[in-house]
């Protein structure tokens, strides 16, 4: 699941932003991340960022309008953000995860060698998807169906939506492939001299 907050954290870490700016940005930019972001919602956990210490505001005060605050990370929220960009990521059956989607919009630019494992997780579990599934019999069983189902037809459709299925799953791991090689392009070496493909 996206951790909503961190998501709020690292759009914070590129500008001071307000709630109003973050909502904005989620409903344009941020559509594919999450389908719904109220702005109540980002308020709310903007008070509780604010309350953990994890963010500060400045007021911006604005004529004939209502005063915006401007929000930025505390020290507090860096280590924070850092810790979800750098903490172990599970896979989900379900591939382009909104979660990976998060995690690597915003790790990438943060920190290159915590995107690169986070595809290489990503990629190590999506080729044993595609191992354990691609070639299994298909054929569906019947027993006792309504008399109206067409079971010629939902083989054909259960075939087609494989196909389907099949076909984008190995455009994702394509584009994982694309986007890993371009991490490492020009790589510098690992912080405290760690081997990244330990």
Not at 13 to 22: E, I, N, Q, T
Not at 111 to 125: P, S
Not at 137 to 149: A, G, K, Q, V, Y
Not at 163 to 172: H, N, P, Q, R
Request: net charge negative; with cysteine; aromatic share 10%.
């Amino acid at each position: 699941m996206v951790k909503f907050d961190c998501v709020l954290l690292a759009l914070l870490a590129g500008r001071p932003r307000s709630g109003f700016d973050l909502g904005r940005w989620m409903e344009t930019e941020g559509q594919f991340l999450r389908s719904r972001a109220h702005h109540s919602q980002i308020y709310r956990l903007l008070a509780r960022m604010t309350d953990d210490g994890w963010v500060a505001f400045e007021v911006d005060p604005r004529e004939g309008r209502p005063d915006a605050k401007i929000y930025r990370p505390t020290p507090r929220g860096r280590d924070v953000l850092w810790e979800w960009v750098r903490s172990p990521y599970e896979p989900t059956s379900r591939f382009q995860d909104p979660d990976f989607l998060a995690r690597f919009t915003f790790t990438a630019p943060l920190d290159r060698h915590a995107a690169i494992r986070l595809i290489d997780t990503e990629l190590a579990y999506r080729r044993a998807q595609i191992a354990r599934n691609r070639d299994r019999d298909r054929t569906l069983l019947f027993e006792d169906p309504l008399p109206e189902l067409d079971r010629s037809l939902a083989q054909e459709v259960f075939d087609e939506l494989h196909a389907y299925g099949a076909s984008a799953v190995d455009t994702w791991v394509a584009w994982l492939q694309g986007m890993r090689h371009r991490l490492e392009q020009d790589r510098a070496p690992e912080p405290d001299g760690e081997d990244p493909s330990a």
